[in-house]
Nanobody, 115 residues
Framework: QVQLVESGGGLVQPGGSLRLSCEAS????????MGWYRQAPGKERELVGF???????NYADSVKGRFTISRDDAKNAVYLQMNGLKVEDTAVYFC?????????WGKGTLVTVSS
């Protein structure tokens, strides 16, 4: 059983930046994909983007060019750098780890973008 713990959320003004972290209790090398999802109030959870175990990344159109996902295998951590934040980026952000056998979720961290 792997636990994922997100951190780094908070209140930020439009145009600002935040860096979210996801720390795993075990090695992330066993996961094919480490992803970030978000869920805004009253909306379904949606994919923000993901990074594969060979470092390839993919992003939702809504965040392309503004968000960057990276990983540090030595620290068993994945990061979400968010720049140019918009009010519509307000959501709870979740870390996700998956391979062919299992999928794990963190409990999320709240990001609020407001002036």
């Amino acid at each position: 059983q792997v636990q994922l713990v997100e951190s780094g959320g908070g209140l930020v003004q439009p145009g600002g930046s935040l860096r979210l972290s996801c720390e795993a209790s075990g090695s992330i090398l066993s996961f094919n994909i480490m992803g970030w999802y978000r869920q805004a109030p009253g909306k379904e959870r949606e994919l923000v983007g993901f990074i594969t175990n060979i470092g390839s990344t993919n992003y939702a159109d809504s965040v392309k060019g503004r968000f960057t996902i990276s990983r540090d295998d030595a620290k068993n951590a994945v990061y979400l750098q968010m720049n140019g934040l918009k009010v519509e980026d307000t959501a709870v952000y979740f870390c996700n780890a998956r391979n062919l056998l299992r999928t794990y979720w963190g409990k999320g961290t709240l990001v609020t973008v407001s002036s």
